[in-house]
């Protein structure tokens, strides 16, 4: 199975300060993604980010708050700027491997105090 | 257009017994629709999927199946044991486009020994 390894597990951070998430895949992959999941809730897409390119953002979610970093095919950085305690949440990337299985990391439990 | 509605929230059932999960799509374009299962603490994993020009697809204890014309799609789990209990998640998306999942709302299903 695939290997995806998201840091850090969970944070408490200080409202005002950024938090900056990796997603390490143990394979290269084209996309990868980054979703919002708040406690006992689904999952919502941030964005979608290639090697290479801009990352694309969702409705509702834009690049000053969350930027999203793709400096290789195996690599991808969320920062979550500017906290409030509205962002606390779990974040997690996924990518898929072929076009029909997207795996998902274990996430990162945010919480903003 | 672009929701996936899930239903029941939650489930409760004995061991042995067959939970159902239902969901319900209004783009007619999205051509894949996976269930994902999530553990607390974990990334959702996924468990089984099918395309549209299938009516039902098994695989072990899970069996989905698929209703074009209504726009619906369900996932059984046979003989359903303690380990089951989890968060199960159903999912839309549109292949060889975005490949981004639309999730529904999510399913706790707990299952009584």
């Known amino acids: 199975s695939a290997v995806i390894s998201q840091k850090p597990s969970r944070d408490i951070c200080q409202r005002g300060t950024s938090l900056t998430i990796q997603c390490q895949v143990d394979?290269?992959?084209?996309?990868m993604f980054w979703y919002r999941q708040q406690p006992g809730q689904s999952l919502t897409l941030i964005a979608t980010?290639?090697?290479?390119?801009?990352?694309?953002?969702e409705s509702g979610f834009v690049i000053d708050k969350f930027p999203i970093s793709r400096p290789n095919l195996t690599f991808s950085t969320l920062t979550v700027s500017n906290m409030s305690p509205e962002d606390s949440s779990i974040y997690l990337c996924?990518?898929?491997?072929?076009?029909?299985?997207?795996?998902f990391g274990q996430g990162t439990r945010l919480t903003v105090v | 257009q672009q929701q996936v509605k899930q239903s029941p929230q939650s489930l409760i059932v004995q061991k042995g017994g067959i939970p159902i999960i239902n969901c319900a799509y209004e783009?007619?374009?999205?051509?894949?629709f996976p269930w994902y299962q999530q553990f607390p603490g974990k990334g959702p994993a996924l468990l089984i999927a099918?395309?549209?020009?299938?009516s039902e697809k098994k695989e072990g204890r899970f069996t989905i199946s698929f209703n074009k014309s209504a726009k619906q799609f369900s996932l059984h789990i046979m003989d359903s044991q303690p380990g089951d209990s989890a968060t199960y998640f159903c999912?839309?998306?549109?292949?060889?486009?975005?490949?981004?999942?639309?999730f529904g709302s999510g399913t706790r299903l707990l299952v009584r020994p």
């Open positions: 980010a290639n090697q290479g390119s801009e990352a694309t953002y």
């Open positions: 999912a839309a998306s549109i292949m060889d486009s975005s490949y981004k999942l639309i």
């Open positions: 394979s290269q992959v084209t996309m």
């Open positions: 099918i395309r549209p020009d299938v």
């Open positions: 996924s990518f898929y491997r072929g076009t029909t299985e997207a795996f």
């Open positions: 783009n007619t374009a999205f051509d894949y």
